[in-house]
């Protein structure tokens, strides 16, 4: 029997790191009538959209949006500035930084995996997955090319697979102190509109992002924000490109149209989303990420698990992995959890199959709806004869109850 024809009463928990909860909001606004995407109604929504995105970006530059998921965005990236047998410094902070090194290689540039190399008590086979970028080897690694061959550095700013944040200015610091002339781009899917996150300020020539995670938007479209040496760029590379192409779609943008049929009622719930949240402000969506991480984390320690995370300097805002004992698969506490108490959480991936489970604390969501998924999670553990400190559930309470909402938690932890 298809599951989907089963209808449980009350809400899903989607406490995965993305897709995120939707509001209704913005599912309201989806549901109006689809229009001609080249009639007039269309510019001023296309318009509206573009202009909002760039405030989230933090650019004055131009944002291309595509009907595609965040993956067609890295391809995007890539096929747009590079030449075939181009190398590309990566750095591999965990899955996604994995499969984007992956795509590289697919379309024929040349990555240079950069990874870290200390060790780690609880996941010895992969320490560099518990920690964020280390801009010093970057560094290091672009002094040496004297010869300047490497044409990009690409980094994962919000590793969605482990929950670690890297931080991106330090990393354009770096590549500014090597005197090296690549391109920096980054990957902030599972960030924008939860992390901070500053495309013209730290540098970044291309930044990609996709819908279905701080945006609170459903799977479907994704981003990429543009810099004018990204555009220099694009006019010289030579990989294939048609429906990436940036040159048509920045062209045809300016009267806020599409070279193609654009994703019109996902356009509508961007622009709800773009409403709500540069109505409640960027600080302060930053700041509610925040406390509702240090909440949920405050729950993990309670329970005395570790957690993904090795370096408290650079917690996710947006997800918190924990790692289960040794002996006890993630994926089936995670399965029971899904059964019993209809409630989804992240899986381990790559490297960290079965070893962990990530809690999101993103999208539609508030201190109760946290609690409650910290819950779940508690009793599941519990069922599953893992040993727990003490109460989770408590401590997360007491976060919320003495942590009262506001601007001032923006580094709560
Ligand atoms: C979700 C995610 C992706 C993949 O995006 P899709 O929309 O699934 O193609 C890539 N990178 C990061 C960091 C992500 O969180």
Same mark, same amino acid.
């Given at each position: 029997?298809?599951?989907?024809?089963?209808?449980?009463?009350?809400?899903?928990?989607?406490?995965?790191?993305?897709?995120?909860?939707?509001?209704?909001?913005?599912l309201r606004a989806m549901s109006l009538p689809t229009i001609d995407h080249r009639g007039p109604e269309?510019?001023?929504?296309?318009?509206?959209?573009?202009?909002?995105?760039?405030?989230?970006?933090?650019?004055?530059?131009?944002?291309?949006?595509? $009907?595609? @998921?965040?993956?067609?965005?890295?391809?995007?990236? *890539?096929?747009?500035? *590079?030449?075939?047998?181009?190398?590309?410094?990566?750095?591999?902070?965990?899955?996604?930084?994995?499969?984007?090194?992956?795509?590289?290689?697919?379309?024929?540039?040349?990555?240079?995996?950069?990874?870290?190399?200390?060790?780690?008590?609880? *996941?010895?086979? +992969?320490? =560099?997955?518990? #920690?964020?970028?280390?801009?010093?080897?970057?560094?290091?690694?672009?002094?040496?090319?004297?010869?300047?061959?490497?044409?990009?550095?690409?980094?994962?700013?919000?590793?969605?697979?482990?929950?670690?944040?890297?931080?991106?200015? +330090?990393?354009?610091?770096?590549?500014?102190?090597?005197?090296? $002339?690549?391109?920096?781009?980054?990957?902030?899917?599972?960030?924008?509109?939860?992390?901070?996150?500053?495309?013209?300020?730290?540098?970044?020539?291309?930044?990609?992002?996709?819908?279905?995670?701080?945006?609170? *938007?459903?799977?479907?479209?994704?981003?990429?924000?543009?810099?004018?040496?990204?555009?220099?760029?694009?006019?010289?590379?030579?990989? $294939?490109?048609?429906?990436?192409?940036?040159?048509?779609?920045?062209?045809?943008?300016?009267?806020?149209?599409?070279?193609?049929? !654009?994703?019109?009622?996902?356009?509508?719930?961007?622009?709800?989303?773009?409403?709500?949240?540069?109505?409640?402000?960027?600080?302060?969506?930053?700041? #509610?990420?925040?406390?509702?991480?240090?909440?949920?984390?405050?729950?993990?320690?309670?329970?005395?698990? !570790?957690?993904?995370?090795?370096? !408290? &300097?650079?917690?996710? !805002?947006?997800?918190?992995?924990?790692?289960?004992?040794?002996?006890?698969?993630?994926?089936?506490?995670?399965?029971?959890?899904? @059964?019993?108490?209809?409630?989804?959480?992240?899986?381990?991936?790559?490297?960290l199959k079965g070893r962990m489970f990530r809690m999101g604390h993103l999208g539609d969501s508030n201190?109760?709806?946290?609690?409650?998924?910290?819950?779940?999670?508690?009793?599941?553990?519990?069922? &599953?004869?893992?040993?727990?400190?003490?109460?989770?559930?408590?401590?997360?309470?007491?976060?919320?109850?003495?942590? $009262?909402? =506001?601007?001032?938690?923006?580094? +709560?932890?």
């Amino acid at each position: 029997m298809l599951t989907l024809d089963f209808h449980p009463t009350g809400r899903h928990f989607l406490q995965i790191p993305g897709p995120s909860p939707v509001p209704d909001r913005i599912l309201r606004a989806m549901s109006l009538p689809t229009i001609d995407h080249r009639g007039p109604e269309f510019g001023q929504l296309g318009l509206k959209v573009l202009g909002g995105i760039q405030q989230i970006f933090k650019t004055k530059h131009p944002v291309a949006i595509y $009907p595609a @998921s965040g993956t067609g965005a890295w391809e995007a990236a *890539l096929a747009n500035t *590079l030449s075939p047998g181009d190398k590309v410094l990566m750095y591999e902070t965990g899955h996604f930084a994995s499969l984007w090194n992956k795509m590289a290689l697919r379309l024929g540039v040349v990555p240079e995996f950069l990874a870290y190399a200390g060790k780690d008590e609880h *996941l010895p086979h +992969a320490p =560099g997955w518990r #920690r964020g970028v280390q801009p010093d080897l970057i560094e290091d690694r672009l002094r040496k090319d004297t010869a300047r061959e490497i044409k990009a550095v690409c980094v994962v700013h919000n590793e969605t697979s482990t929950g670690v944040t890297s931080d991106i200015a +330090a990393v354009r610091k770096a590549i500014d102190a090597a005197g090296h $002339p690549a391109l920096l781009m980054v990957d902030t899917i599972s960030g924008l509109a939860s992390a901070d996150f500053r495309h013209d300020e730290w540098g970044v020539d291309v930044t990609v992002s996709g819908s279905q995670k701080g945006l609170m *938007l459903p799977p479907g479209i994704s981003f990429n924000a543009l810099s004018p040496r990204a555009l220099e760029a694009n006019k010289t590379a030579k990989l $294939p490109r048609a429906f990436w192409a940036w040159d048509e779609i920045v062209e045809m943008n300016k009267d806020g149209y599409w070279p193609y049929t !654009p994703n019109t009622n996902l356009l509508y719930g961007l622009s709800e989303a773009l409403d709500m949240i540069l109505g409640e402000g960027l600080d302060n969506v930053f700041a #509610r990420h925040q406390r509702w991480a240090a909440g949920v984390r405050s729950a993990v320690n309670a329970w005395g698990l !570790p957690i993904q995370c090795a370096d !408290p &300097s650079v917690y996710s !805002p947006v997800l918190t992995g924990v790692i289960t004992p040794e002996g006890v698969d993630a994926d089936a506490v995670r399965r029971l959890i899904h @059964s019993r108490f209809d409630l989804s959480l992240g899986t381990g991936l790559g490297k960290l199959k079965g070893r962990m489970f990530r809690m999101g604390h993103l999208g539609d969501s508030n201190d109760l709806t946290l609690v409650a998924m910290v819950a779940g999670v508690e009793m599941g553990l519990k069922l &599953s004869g893992v040993k727990l400190a003490g109460s989770g559930v408590q401590a997360a309470m007491d976060h919320f109850a003495s942590h $009262p909402a =506001g601007g001032a938690l923006r580094q +709560a932890a």
